[in-house]
């Protein structure tokens, strides 16, 4: 079920890069690192990417990843539910694999501010 912007940007790179190094990243991935920074550690980024991505549905994705790269200006409760229940970490961490790709890094800056945004945005006006 990894489906965090639940679009094949991000669930192909995270399946590809888990794949290439899954016996290493095995062994680093346990309850007690998947809850450290994923800057922490190279070895378990792809784990920590592949958690944060399981916290959020396709739909909740699909909309996450409008709002960030495209032009999408709406968010609803159930969005901002999810976003704000997988934690700021996994949404910066996943704006971050994103934005580094080649579609993206370009303006990498402009997207790392926008998810920031879209973070806070669910936290002041849907949570509170």
């Given at each position: 079920?990894?489906?965090?912007?639940?679009?094949?940007?991000?669930?192909?790179?995270?399946?590809?890069?888990?794949?290439?190094?899954?016996?290493?990243?095995?062994?680093?991935?346990?309850d007690e690192n998947l809850a450290?920074?994923?800057?922490?550690?190279?070895?378990?980024?792809?784990?920590?990417?592949?958690?944060?991505?399981?916290?959020?549905?396709?739909?909740?994705?699909?909309k996450v990843f409008n709002y960030?790269?495209?032009?999408?200006?709406?968010?609803?409760?159930?969005?901002?539910?999810?976003?704000?229940?997988?934690?700021?970490?996994?949404?910066?961490?996943?704006?971050?694999?994103?934005?580094?790709?080649?579609?993206?890094?370009?303006?990498?800056?402009?997207?790392?501010k926008r998810g920031e945004d879209?973070?806070?945005?669910?936290?002041?006006?849907?949570?509170?």
């Amino acid at each position: 079920m990894l489906m965090f912007l639940g679009i094949a940007l991000i669930v192909s790179p995270i399946l590809a890069i888990e794949n290439d190094d899954e016996s290493t990243a095995d062994e680093y991935i346990d309850d007690e690192n998947l809850a450290a920074s994923p800057e922490s550690s190279t070895e378990i980024l792809p784990g920590f990417l592949k958690n944060c991505a399981n916290t959020i549905s396709k739909a909740a994705g699909d909309k996450v990843f409008n709002y960030i790269f495209g032009d999408e200006n709406n968010l609803d409760y159930d969005t901002c539910s999810e976003v704000t229940r997988s934690g700021k970490e996994c949404n910066g961490a996943l704006v971050k694999y994103v934005a580094k790709g080649p579609m993206f890094k370009a303006t990498y800056d402009f997207y790392l501010k926008r998810g920031e945004d879209l973070y806070n945005i669910c936290l002041s006006v849907f949570m509170s």
